[in-house]
């Protein structure tokens, strides 16, 4: 039997289950072993490689990195495993439940209107192709002039192909040269050129906040202080965006410089996150205000994807109507003029 990758909910399940048996006092091993008894045989095949790549001395979080677990939830296990594992991993597939509900409402949220867009392309290749060049050469017979929508609409749905063939190529040619031109940069780099696209500067900093708050938090609050914390995040090599800055903040704290001027680019990081910092570092408790704080950003994330849903499908919708409506009018107004006329 080979084995699967997981999907994202199973990914979470299983996470979510481990670290609460392990919070209970079981052991890994035992832990695997219970969840793998009420599983299908695939899943326990998975379970099963687990336990032996554990077996040969494998680490956790690398064993999972072969099951395309997400980089940022093997970073954060990575951290867990230095201290905390149990609540880590409990955190993780906290997490891992939350994006697996964001995915899940995403196809829910998409199918209908995608199942709208594919009907109107359909309705829209009939009626350019059938139904608009006989209207027009009743419409000509009739020496009924044709409205302006009328002309609009006949000449998009003529050229449709070739927009929608141009736009296709030019979306290949812009990914292809952004995969080329990242390939070639740092992977903060790769962020702060992801923060320019639209929209995408509402979630970046508070998803990169969210992560830099639980990930230094859980460090320090196991007892280590920040300079330590940092040289631990630069072992890892999941995240690699957590390794160039993990880099670059140690190098600044070498240099004597302040913890949370290193956080002041708002393109990255939420404003107020330098402000968490000093306040943590003058009350003496960083780690467990971190950790705090990185909750609170996670759902204000939450919150933003939310409304993202809500908005997504109403304005779907009124696209749809908008095409379905000039498609109606540009064959019924030069029958209204003709019946004026009359």
Not at 75 to 102: C, H, N, P, V
Request: hydrophobic share 45%; with cysteine.
């Amino acid at each position: 039997m080979k084995r699967s990758n997981w999907k994202l909910d199973r990914k979470a399940d299983f996470l979510s289950r481990i670290g609460k048996m392990l919070e209970e006092g079981y052991s890994l091993a035992k832990a695997l072993e219970v969840y793998a008894l009420y599983q299908n045989d695939q899943t326990r095949f998975n379970i099963e490689t687990i336990m032996n790549r554990l077996k040969e001395g494998d680490s956790f979080h690398d064993v999972l990195s072969d099951f395309h677990f997400p980089p940022d939830i093997l970073s954060y296990l990575y951290m867990s495993e230095q201290r905390d594992f149990a609540t880590g991993i409990s955190a993780s597939g906290q997490l891992m439940k939350t994006r697996s509900e964001w995915q899940k409402r995403l196809r829910s949220t998409l199918a209908y209107p995608i199942f709208l867009f594919w009907m109107t392309a359909i309705m829209l290749f009939v009626v350019g192709k059938y139904l608009l060049p006989q209207f027009n050469a009743l419409y000509e017979s009739l020496d009924v002039p044709l409205p302006l929508v009328s002309r609009i609409f006949m000449e998009l749905v003529r050229f449709m192909p070739a927009i929608v063939g141009i736009i296709f190529l030019l979306c290949i040619f812009y990914y292809l040269s952004s995969l080329l031109k990242n390939k070639r940069t740092s992977a903060v780099n790769k962020m702060l050129f992801y923060s320019k696209l639209p929209l995408a500067h509402l979630f970046i900093p508070l998803y990169l906040t969210h992560h830099t708050s639980l990930h230094l938090g859980l460090l320090l609050h196991s007892g280590l202080s920040i300079s330590e914390a940092y040289v631990l995040l630069k072992k890892q090599s999941h995240f690699i965006f957590f390794q160039e800055e993990a880099e670059r903040v140690s190098s600044s704290l070498m240099r004597g410089e302040r913890l949370e001027v290193l956080f002041e680019n708002t393109r990255l990081y939420v404003p107020e996150f330098r402000e968490i910092l000093m306040h943590g570092q003058a009350s003496g408790n960083l780690g467990r205000e971190l950790i705090l704080y990185g909750e609170v950003v996670g759902e204000r994330f939450q919150e933003l994807v939310k409304k993202g849903f809500v908005i997504l499908q109403p304005v779907s919708f009124v696209g749809v109507g908008i095409v379905v409506m000039l498609m109606f009018m540009s064959i019924l107004l030069p029958m209204f003029y003709y019946l004026q006329s009359i």
